[in-house]
């Protein structure tokens, strides 16, 4: 590795340094949260309607991710701004609900003229300020302060140590919060049914089936000329062999055939009786998707046929179906 430039070794150094600072400020932060933190979870939990969460500046878009970082793990919340509060907005909050006010100084002017209506709707509020003997503070019904802590910026000026402490104590919070709530993976998939975890936990085989709409079939009775043009179709390189009753007996795939194929024999002609395979490997509609996709990789198979209680085949899907569904 080509040694770094004086210039290059300063801007090395100055990320380490901005690192150091806000990591050992977040340790600091550890030894001294109280008993406060404990009511102020306690108050959350209590809560029967939402958790507003509020701030100005670089506060509120720290807030903003509190906010929806609470929401995605099991606590309704939603971040108002103090400002458009003013104007109207503060007709969002009940008495039914809790306030976490970001201020690090805690004499914020747009949140200080909001506390005579939050006061009178009746809302509990919860201070998250950096200065404890501020207004914010003494008008809240808690108060949790992340002291003054030395900014990373070496003007002192923007707000970068502060913000990180507010942002890991917003977390630890949405974290404690989630515990208690005994909150799942699966909880947490029923919020986010567009990510990859909520299609590994909530994606059904039955919404695989919904998406390709395949089912290739075809009688025990048919001779292999007359399944292959059904199969091409499909373009799944199997079929599901069905009886009379069209429940499921056996499947073919174009594997079988290219394997009699191999031998030197004149199959088109013949039964599919001669070539499928009697004992498949099936699923259910109602499993998941990704049960189907590890059934798949441990059998070493690319199609599955899906069949229901009574034995009649549904639908069949391919791996392609599963991954290209992002699982």
């Known amino acids: 590795m080509p040694s770094l430039t004086k210039t290059e070794s300063a801007y090395l150094y100055s990320v380490k340094e901005v690192l150091e600072i806000e990591a050992n400020a977040i340790l600091a932060l550890k030894d001294q949260i109280g008993d406060e933190i404990t009511r102020a979870i306690e108050l959350i939990l209590k809560c029967h309607h939402r958790v507003i969460v509020t701030g100005m500046g670089k506060s509120g878009i720290v807030g903003k991710k509190i906010a929806a970082t609470l929401a995605s793990t099991g606590t309704p919340s939603l971040f108002l701004h103090p400002a458009e509060g003013l104007h109207g907005d503060l007709g969002m909050v009940t008495e039914d609900d809790v306030i976490i006010a970001i201020s690090n100084s805690g004499e914020t002017d747009e949140i200080l003229k909001t506390l005579p209506s939050i006061k009178r709707i009746g809302a509990k509020m ?21 002291g003054r802590a030395k900014e990373a910026c070496p003007l002192g000026l923007a707000p970068t140590t502060s913000t990180t402490l507010t942002l890991a104590l917003g977390d630890a919070i949405a974290i404690a919060l989630l515990k208690a709530r005994k909150f799942t993976s699966e909880n947490f998939a029923l919020f986010h049914p567009g990510g990859s975890l909520g299609r590994k936990l909530l994606l059904t085989v039955e919404d695989i089936i919904q998406e390709s709409k395949k089912n290739p079939t075809a009688p025990v009775e048919s001779d292999v000329k007359e399944v292959l043009f059904n199969m091409t179709t499909s373009g799944l390189g199997a079929i599901s062999i069905i009886d009379t009753s069209s429940k499921l007996i056996g499947i073919l795939t174009d594997g079988d055939i290219r394997r009699a194929l191999t031998v030197g024999e004149d199959i088109l002609n013949k039964s599919v009786i001669e070539f499928y395979n009697p004992k498949p490997i099936t699923i259910k509609p109602n499993i998941l998707a990704v049960e189907a996709l590890k059934v798949m990789k441990d059998n070493r198979v690319n199609v599955l046929p899906v069949v229901d209680n009574s034995g009649i085949v549904v639908a069949m899907i391919h791996m392609h179906d599963l991954t290209k569904m992002g699982l």
Not at 129 to 140: M, Q
């Open 126 to 146: 919860i201070a998250l300020v950096g200065n404890k003997n501020s207004t914010l503070s003494d008008k809240a019904d808690i108060t949790l302060c992340i």
